[in-house]
């Protein structure tokens, strides 16, 4: 799997949009980009993933450009409870499917405070 | 969604003693499933894949005998901290992948004393 670089933490006020940048120089052809989510005490939980271009759900954005080498998460009018670690990982979709495991880096830490 | 329920969601035990820790998949069948451990501040980090009818690979590092994985069928994998010490206290994680995807347990916060 690609090695990923995240900032390790970030702050913001409430209702603030937060973009997290992921670099990740070494993405393979076939690798997506995943972001998912952990509240401490809890397993990790997916946000959004997403292999070019933009990609939006109800949650997130996810901006990745042409050269595929990084891509930010965006998170629009966050709140407190948006207060989380944040993890990139990157990886061939169809090695979901084939017993690889996901391997986190550090995260990066996010504080929403009032 | 596919479904992980991890039991317990905390446990403390003695030293010495064993713990075991259940990953079930809910609403799907996952032939393979992983297990992370995680301490305070700090990412997760792989400790083994658990097969169903075969044995578990263990990350470099990981003693598979103090580490006792068993994925006896398609919806259940189990972990067991043997003859568990104070160093073994961490938040334990299982995970399947369906789908093009990866799914988590809860989590285990396993605290031995």
């Known amino acids: 799997l690609a090695k990923t670089t995240q900032p390790i933490s970030m702050d913001s006020y409430e209702g603030q949009e937060v973009n997290i940048t992921c670099s990740h120089n070494?993405?393979?052809?076939?690798?997506?980009i995943t972001w998912y989510q952990q509240f401490p005490s809890q397993g990790p939980r997916f946000i959004i993933q997403g292999y070019k271009t933009k990609v939006t759900n109800e949650v997130a954005s996810l901006f990745i450009p042409a050269d595929r080498k990084s891509s930010t998460l965006s998170l629009p009018r966050v709140s407190l409870s948006d207060t989380a670690v944040y993890y990139c990982l990157v990886g061939a979709a169809d090695e979901s499917n084939s017993g690889y495991a996901l391997n986190f880096g550090k995260g990066t830490s996010l504080l929403v405070t009032p | 969604g596919a479904v992980v329920s991890q039991h317990p969601s905390w446990v403390i035990c003695k030293s010495g003693t064993s713990v075991k820790i259940e990953c079930r998949s809910l609403d799907f069948q996952a032939t393979t499933m992983f297990w992370y451990r995680q301490f305070p501040k700090q990412s997760l980090m792989l400790m083994a894949t658990?097969?169903?009818?075969?044995?578990?690979?263990?990350e470099q590092g990981v003693e598979k005998d103090k580490f006792l994985i068993n994925h006896a069928s398609l919806t259940l994998s189990t972990l067991t901290v043997t003859s568990a010490h104070p160093e073994d206290s961490s938040f334990y994680i299982c995970s399947a992948n369906i789908n093009y995807g990866y799914t988590f347990g809860s989590g285990t916060r396993l605290t031995v004393v």
């Open positions: 070494n993405i393979a052809t076939n690798d997506y």
């Open positions: 658990s097969n169903e009818g075969s044995k578990a690979t263990y």
